[in-house]
Every structure is written in C-alpha cells, then in structure tokens.
C-alpha cells in the first residue's frame, strides 16, 4: 500500500530566542494541519523525536489532549527519519490509515556534547578527546580525497552552493550567501574542514500528515507518495563515527545498503531521481553521500561540482533549501527538513529556489551517529 | 621511565599494558572467526560469538587517517590539562596494525602539519592528566622519526 503525505509544516530553522523547542515542535504540526486542511482531531496517531528539548510527545498538551497514540522517536540524527519511518509503517499495517511524523529540537550553540558512555564506549574515550564527531567526518573525507583524489576545491564548492541555497529559502538559518574566498578561508576547524564547511547545532521544528494512498485523494489534490523508507545501521567494517579500532576490511556504508534496499523496494535507479537531499553535516560528507546513494561514482564528485550539476538548475540538484550547512541541526527535526523540501519541489511549491521542469521523483539521505542511515524515495 | 609508578595509574585499565617498558594496546581475538578489535571485549562485533581472547596489540603501525583537532573539546566529557589560553591543536588518527585493526588514537607530534597519511607510528604511554592527586597516563601514537 502507498503512504502519502498530504500536510508540510516548518518552523524557522536556526535560533529563535524566547521560542521553546516545544513550542517550535507545535507550531510545525500546527502549520502541517492547515496545509492538510484538517484538525488535530483527525489525527490516530503521531511519532515524534526531540534529542535536546523535552519529550516530543509533551506536544499533546500543546496540540490537544486528544487521546491520540502517541509514540516518542529518539534515533540519534536519524530521529526524524526514524518518525517518518514509523508513520510509514503504522499506516502501511493497515492499523492507522492517517497521522504525523513531527520533530524539533533546541540545542545550545558550540558543537554537539557528547556521552561517551552512553554511546558503550569507554569514558577515558571521552577524557582523551575523542568524543568528537567534526573528528570522525574529517577524519573520514581524509581518506576519502587520498583515496579519489578530490581536493579543498570540492569542499569548498559545496558550501559556497548550499549558502547560496539558504539565500533563497526563507525558513532557512544562514540566508546569506558566502564567496569562494570566505569559506577557502574561514577558521581550520578539523582539518581539512574549515568553519563554514560545517553545519551546527541549531533549532527548529517540522512536521508532515501521512495517510493512506486511497484516503490522500480524497484530501489533496497535491499528494506526494513514499515509495521507499529504509533505514539501516552500520554493519561491522563500514567507517562510523565514534568507531575505537575499525576492521582492516571495508564494509559497505549503513548508506550504501539503506539505499540500494530503497531503490531495489520503489523498482527505480538513481538515474530516475531529479532532485536529492543528502545529509551535509560538513561539506565532506555530501560529496561522499553523492557516491554512497549511487549517483556518482568515487570520484567524480569534484567534475560535478565544477560543472553545476548539483545547483538547482543542474543535472541532479542537491540540497535545495540549504541543506544541514544553512538550515543548522535540530536534531529531531533534521531528516524531517529534508522530506519538507523534496515534498515541495515535487509540489511545485518551492518558490525561488523551484527546481525547473516538473521533478517527479526525488530522494531523502539522513545520516548520523552512531552509524545509521535513513533512506526515502518520493514521487507525485 | 620518568613517573614513578607507585603515583601513577592509567586513564583506564584494561587498555594498554601498565608498567610496561615495551607497551602494547589490549586487544582482543575471536576465537571464532579471527577478527581482532580495540578496546578487549568480551564478544565479537562481526560474528556474535562469545569466545575472545585478550592479545597485546603491535606496537607499530602506518597512519591511515588523521585529523587536527582545532577547537578545545567541551568539558564534560574532555579532561585534557589545556586552558583556552594555552589549547593548541592536537592529532587525532587510526593506525593501521598490520593483520590486525586500525585504532584510533591521539597522535604526540612536535608538529602536527607533518601528519601524512601512510607515515610509520609507535605507541608511546606518557603522562596526559594529573587526577585524585595521581598522574594519570594514556596511550598515544608518536611519528617513528621522533621517537
């Protein structure tokens, strides 16, 4: 059975001050009803994430103490992803045929604290000065551009396209587009990832209707379905963040399976997506994502950069609304922005920042700690 | 060796060989399917077995991967002796031991912009923090050529 999504709320990413996660949380759902035009009552359920802002499911006292079953999703980065997921699968059941997947999150500035422990690793982990994750993705891109021999060009052509992005979207947080220059020669943070290669944590909410296909008709006239939710986590061997002793043979990436699982599930290849999100925590990691989902091969990441392929009015435009590098990380709300945005673009709703001729079908990448990648392929 | 071991202990035990003129990281074997990890555990990550055993690591290996750490890490959970005064860059890398793993590491070098990936390092136990009034020691991995 297809699952569609017939509602699309955000709340501003970035920082708004006096704003609680929660309320950002409500004001998403609440923008979400009004774009399904329907209430909260007609909601049978909702999952929702928040890593740094309360329980998400204090939502109800917000939304509406309707009684609703209401599950929290706490999965990491992937914690949007993993609502979305689990709506898709509540709706696919046959038990719910309409609800929501919502997240948000309000994190303190400066990078992500870490618990070393409650991740199995070892306290003194933590101690030594390894708890870092800008360590695990430059650490990562480093092998990766001496292996493929991409070069600070393609980390830094990145960043200059997703600002330029976030300059056309206004719920965006960084709405200021930055010169080549400016990022070639922003603060080393990690190298070879200088300051405005990275994402930071951040705020905001988002939120999404789901419904059964045949129901979704009868709401919308502009449904968009999921024709693919996979979410995978790492297998022994693949490269993850927060790995102490990594084994001598490599193992395909939680993306790589995540997505071949989803494109073998829609029937369709990467040659058939028009518009991509990929999770851009830093620069590094989208151009790696570009070959980890399939749709380029190790490498030639830098040719596309240079040729614009992943610009709006490229070839395969990725990162449309900014990605993570403009729009920051709220955690529970992230991997949701991302299926926001490709909904739009299918919708033809994405205002300046509009891909060109009509996309059909589009794609969602979320990746984070510990290791697991989430997965989604849309059409219309 | 210039602490005296009585005032001394190490970040955590089980991780390395302690006193040790020779030291070695603590690994552990599958006894089942070979794969060797870091930090020793009581189980294999790759097959599900319970059958390991704890081996002595090699000492020396190749850098893999690096990074430089160019902020002062947040307290909790970072312990390191450094002030946002005195904080300077410190290397973070694997090192790839031959036939066995790749353990991440912090890296002592006099000079962090000669990290290459491919260069020859050894596992070096030295003072890091002082805790509890002891000086607590840590492994690290230091370039051949500065040992």
Redesign the interface.
């Known amino acids: 059975m297809d699952v569609a999504i017939i509602g699309l709320g955000i709340h501003p990413f970035g920082r708004t001050d006096g704003v609680t996660g929660l309320e950002q949380g409500a004001y998403a759902a609440r923008k979400a009803l009004e774009d399904a035009g329907l209430d909260w009552s007609d909601m049978q359920f909702a999952y929702g994430g928040s890593a740094a802002a309360g329980n998400a499911d204090a939502l109800v006292s917000k939304l509406g103490l309707t009684g609703l079953q209401f599950i929290n999703v706490a999965n990491g980065c992937a914690t949007g992803g993993s609502a979305l997921q689990s709506a898709y699968m509540a709706i696919q059941s046959g038990m719910f045929d309409i609800g929501m997947a919502v997240g948000f999150d309000k994190h303190p500035r400066?990078?992500f604290?870490?618990?070393?422990e409650a991740s199995g690793l070892?306290?003194?982990?933590?101690?030594?000065?390894?708890?870092?994750t800008?360590?695990f993705f430059?650490?990562?891109i480093?092998?990766y551009m001496?292996d493929f021999g991409v070069t600070n060009d393609a980390l830094v052509r990145v960043a200059v396209k997703n600002y330029q992005n976030g300059e056309l979207n206004p719920n965006a947080w960084r709405k200021k587009a930055f010169t080549y220059e400016e990022v070639a020669t922003s603060?080393?943070?990690?190298?070879?990832?200088r300051k405005y290669m990275f994402c930071s944590p951040a705020e905001g909410g988002c939120a999404m209707i789901l419904c059964s296909a045949e129901k979704a008709r009868q709401i919308t006239r502009k449904p968009v379905f999921l024709k693919a939710v996979s979410v995978k986590t790492r297998n022994?061997?693949s490269f993850e963040v927060f790995?102490?002793?990594?084994?001598?043979n490599r193992a395909d990436s939680p993306t790589v399976r995540a997505s071949k699982a989803a494109f073998e599930f829609a029937g369709i290849g990467p040659e058939d997506i028009k518009v991509a999100q990929l999770q851009d925590t830093e620069s590094g990691a989208e151009i790696m994502h570009m070959s980890e989902n399939g749709f380029c091969k190790d490498g030639e990441q830098e040719k596309w950069l240079r040729e614009g392929h992943t610009e709006i009015n490229g070839k395969l435009p990725v990162n449309t609304d900014g990605g993570c590098l403009a729009n920051g990380e709220p955690i529970g709300a992230s991997g949701l922005r991302q299926v926001h945005e490709i909904a739009l673009q299918l919708r033809g709703d994405a205002g300046k920042r509009q891909v060109p001729n009509n996309p059909k079908t589009g794609y969602t990448h979320v990746y984070g700690a510990p290791g697991l990648s989430g997965v989604t392929i849309l059409s219309r | 060796m210039a602490t005296s071991v009585a005032n001394t202990e190490p970040?955590?035990p089980g991780?390395f060989t302690w006193p040790s003129n020779d030291p070695r990281l603590l690994?552990s074997k599958c006894q089942n399917c070979g794969?060797?990890?870091?930090?020793a555990q009581n189980s294999c990550?790759?097959c599900s077995s319970t059958d390991t055993k704890t081996i002595e690591l090699e000492r020396r290996g190749k850098l893999?991967?690096?990074?430089?750490?160019?902020?002062l890490?947040?307290r909790?959970?970072?312990?390191?002796p450094e002030t946002p005064e005195t904080f300077k860059?410190?290397g973070?890398?694997?090192i790839?031991l031959a036939?066995?793993?790749?353990?991440?590491t912090?890296i002592k070098t006099n000079d962090?912009s000669k990290l290459k990936?491919g260069m020859e390092m050894e596992l070096v136990v030295e003072n890091?923090?002082k805790r509890n009034g002891k000086d607590v020691v840590?492994f690290f991995f230091k370039p051949v050529d500065e040992l």
Not at chain 1, 113 to 116: A, E, F, I, S, Y
Request: with cysteine; aromatic share 14%.
């Open positions: 400066g990078a604290t870490v618990n070393p070892g306290k003194w982990y933590g101690d030594i000065g390894m708890a870092l800008p360590q430059s650490m990562k480093q092998r001496h603060d080393m943070v990690c190298d070879p990832l022994f061997g790995t102490q002793a990594q084994a001598l | 970040i955590a991780l690994g794969v060797v990890i870091f930090p990550p790759a893999w991967t690096f990074t430089i750490q160019g902020f890490p947040n909790p959970p970072y312990e390191g860059p410190f973070v890398g694997y790839e036939d066995q793993t790749r353990v991440q912090r962090v990936i890091y923090i840590a």
